[in-house]
């Protein structure tokens, strides 16, 4: 299980502090950190939170957020992250995925996918963080997916948008369409409202781990007893 | 003063979490690929994430092969510095330091399996050790890696992804561990804290 913890300024570093050491105590296996605003506003995180948020932690943790170069991704890197994940910045220059897989391995290099199905097909979007700037890019997703993983993609999360937010489940017909041309791990996001949602995308999407963010964030779902009802249902996770 | 572990420096990005993790259990660490440093250290840790032939160039560039091989106290390798001790890797076809003599070969992509292996995984361990002291039955470990140590005779504990491999490995003082002991929670840490109490 991944859980995304979204926050667009330092000022609640505190919470946010706060808030990874309760979801490491609670169970969650890993945590990614999105600050959405770092690409459409052309500048990337502040990174001086992340070594606090490494102390923290002892489990692995991803940041995102307008990551453009491999001097940026290597900052991030050894302020603690585990893993650096690129959305944006890999659409407009491709290239980025080589170079940090070939710096630092594939196993570091997470690639973000903001989908939406457009008519029959699944179509990639870029800018999400900004409603203004957001815009489809044209490209298939299944072609994207494909393509990043050529250049080097250790994982792939794939935030379904038309779920996000709303709670009403994973899109399990994009993450079923997703899974087969996807050979390295498959994080499903956007949609979690109910146990039974993560216990759905595991069975059906067959994805390796599911993101949520604000179930969590609203207490809506407890982690420890998730893990339990998954558990039991058949997924084996950590307990 | 002496510091209680010299961590390898061979590059990696990813040494922080390491240094925090030993840090919290009040163990100093010193980065360093100075060989009277890692010498006189009383543990040393071989970190590794990248792979296997470039670790092991910088590792002969820094001339650190033949003095690695020979130090008489503890020695942990994590992730890629556990398959380091291999006689050699399949990840790029480069001999290794050979302390164990096996090979480290690629996963299978058959089955259908995502590569790399990337997430929590148990141990199933296969005997008593000191490294191992106090954790539950098979524990949940955290594992990133496209490439396994088989199991041999070393292998202290094994864990299965498609088919079983060496999670904990030990030869004389050298030990490794495939996963990461510095992002396994409460689990990773007595690994860590067993492997602080070893002479």
Known sequence: MVKGVRFRDHQVVGDILELAARYCDEGADELVFYDITASPQNRTVDRSWIARVARVLDIPFCVAGGIRSVVEAEEVLNAGAEKVSVNSPAL??????????????????????????????????????????????????????????????????LNCMASDGVRQGYDLRQLRAVRPVC??????????????????????????GALAASVFHTGAIDIGELKRYLSGNHVEMRA | ????????????????????????????????????????????????????ADAMDRLRALNLVEL????????????????????????????????????VRKFPTRDGLPVPHMGWNRLT???????????????????????????????LATSEYGAEFSAVVQCRNFLGTQFHPERSSRAGSRVLANFLELQ
């Open chain 2, 125 to 155: 361990p296969r005997c008593q050790s000191p490294l191992l002291r106090g954790l539950d039955d098979a524990p949940h470990m955290y594992f990133v890696h496209s490439y396994a140590a088989p199991v041999g005779p070393s292998t």
């Open chain 2, 68 to 103: 690695i091989r020979t130090l008489p106290q503890p020695v942990l390798g994590i992730c890629l510095g556990m398959q380091l001790l291999f006689e050699s890797s399949e990840e790029g076809e480069t001999s290794c330091l050979g302390v164990i003599p096996a090979r």
């Open chain 2, 1 to 52: 003063m002496t510091t209680d572990v010299a961590i390898i420096a061979n590059g990696g990005a990813n040494i922080a979490s390491l240094r925090i993790a030993l840090d919290r259990l009040g163990a100093s660490s010193e980065l360093t690929s100075d060989p009277a440093a890692l010498r006189r250290a009383p543990r040393v840790i071989l970190p590794g994430v990248g792979a296997a």
């Open chain 1, 183 to 208: 050979h390295v791990p498959l994080v499903a996001s956007g949609g979690a409202g109910t146990p039974e949602h993560f216990v759905a995308v595991f069975a059906e999407a067959n994805v390796d």
């Open chain 1, 92 to 157: 407009t220059e491709p290239a980025l995925v080589d170079a940090l897989a070939k710096r630092f391995g594939s196993q570091c290099v997470v690639v973000g996918i903001d989908s939406q199905t457009v008519g029959d097909e699944f179509e990639v979007y870029q800018f999400t963080g900004d409603p203004q700037r957001t815009r489809g890019t044209r490209r298939r997703t299944l072609d994207w997916v494909r393509e990043v993983q050529d250049r080097g993609a250790g994982e792939i999360v």
